[in-house]
């Protein structure tokens, strides 16, 4: 494997504690998540202790309120702590993006008995999170879910199977959306689900092209009893929940898909570096170059990309548009990058002896989690066009 280690990201970081925090983030990359990632990755092995290393060292809560346990950091900090995250192994990166997704409803939408009691677990406490918003049968069509809970005196009772669900039988903690009401989305209500609830349990993990380590699964829900008060929001605003949650996760995905991509990069350039044929570095080769300066200015352009679009929701401005262009360009791009990186390394890119390979086979759930890449071209359609005619 290449001895040349990659050169840190240079970052526009806004304040003196984001750039300590990236320091923090830079070594617990280096030295607890990335020496471990092929073996792990290879066995299916999710590492639920460097989650809970994350929480106490105060990552899994960045983007919230530290009132609550949460970092007080703006997203254009949160992000890039995730691309060095996804970076080391994409796991990770995606795990830490799901975890904060799972912890928006309550954050933007609890009360504040509800934040208080069940947030600073959420976000500090060493408790794991997942999102239940897809099922077997309405995956872009969200709004045709068909998981319901009916009411009981001060009790819900949820029925239904969500599906592709992350950390799935692993969380201890689900932010269910779950139809209450009529048909359609404004039918749709959200509820936070404890992961030892009765009557939840999860299926085995999907067997997956990449991303072995991080569990999959569909999560059943057997007449699951939660009281109203873990309901979040009102009655039939868990659609709007969702789309707004998954605006804010969007942008993580991006990020993430960035640091996977900045990886294989680092691969192929020290590769490339060493490897001799005709009497010098393949780096010599003009191909081999300009293939290289392509992925970097691919890479380049999705970081500015995904760092516009969490400018403009730290200061309070749509970016819903912005956000489906990122998730769109930077999944996309990580795998243009890591098909090229594979390419470069030849022969050996196809051994699993290296990682370009793995980075390939991850970088393509990307373009599909969150919202697949054709879902994001109608959403940025719409933005420029109005929505479609019926």
């Not at 290449?2 to 990236?22: I, K």
């Not at 590492?47 to 309120?65: H, I, K, M, N």
């Not at 048909?183 to 009557?199: N, S």
Request: hydrophobic share 40%; glycine share 10%.
């Amino acid at each position: 494997m290449p001895d040349r280690a990659p050169q840190p990201v240079d970052r526009q970081l806004p304040t003196d504690e984001a750039r300590d925090l990236m320091s923090l983030v830079r070594d617990i990359a280096q030295r607890e998540i990335a020496p471990k990632a092929a073996e792990e990755e290879e066995a299916g092995r999710f590492p639920r202790e460097v989650f809970t290393l994350l929480s106490e060292s105060g990552l899994l809560g960045l983007p919230y309120d530290s009132e609550y346990g949460g970092g007080d950091q703006p997203y254009e900090v949160y992000l890039q702590v995730l691309e060095e995250l996804a970076a080391a192994r994409l796991t990770v990166g995606l795990g830490a993006s799901v975890h904060t997704l799972a912890s928006y409803g309550l954050a933007a939408y609890g009360t504040k008995q509800q934040q208080v009691e069940h947030l600073p677990a959420m976000l500090g406490g060493g408790l794991l999170g997942a999102y239940c918003l897809s099922e077997p049968s309405s995956g872009s069509d969200a709004a045709s879910l068909r998981t319901r809970a009916v009411r009981d005196g001060d009790e819900w009772v949820i029925t239904g199977t969500k599906a592709w669900i992350t950390h799935g039988g692993t969380a201890d903690f689900y932010t269910v959306m779950a139809r209450t009401g009529e048909d359609g989305h404004r039918g749709i209500t959200a509820f936070l689900v404890p992961g030892d609830a009765e009557g939840l349990s999860a299926a085995a993990p999907e067997k997956k092209m990449g991303l072995k380590g991080s569990p999959t699964a569909q999560v059943h829900f057997d007449g699951v009893r939660v009281r109203d008060d873990r309901r979040l929001g009102e009655e039939g605003q868990g659609f709007t929940i969702a789309l707004s949650a998954l605006d804010s996760g969007r942008l993580g995905i991006a990020a993430c898909a960035i640091g996977l991509a900045q990886a294989a990069l680092d691969e192929a350039a020290a590769y490339a570096t060493e490897r001799r044929q005709f009497n010098r570095p393949i780096a010599d080769f003009q191909g081999l170059r300009f293939m290289l300066a392509d992925m970097a200015t691919r890479i380049e352009a999705g970081r500015a990309l995904y760092l516009a679009a969490a400018r403009l929701r730290d200061a309070g401005r749509p970016f819903s548009k912005q956000a489906a262009m990122a998730k769109l360009h930077c999944t996309d791009t990580a795998m243009q990058v890591t098909t090229d990186a594979v390419q470069i390394l030849g022969g050996y890119g196809y051994t699993a002896d290296f990682p370009a390979e793995r980075y390939m086979r991850e970088a393509k759930v990307l373009q599909i989690v969150e919202g697949t890449n054709q879902i994001q071209r109608m959403v940025i359609a719409r933005h420029l066009v109005g929505p479609e005619t019926r």
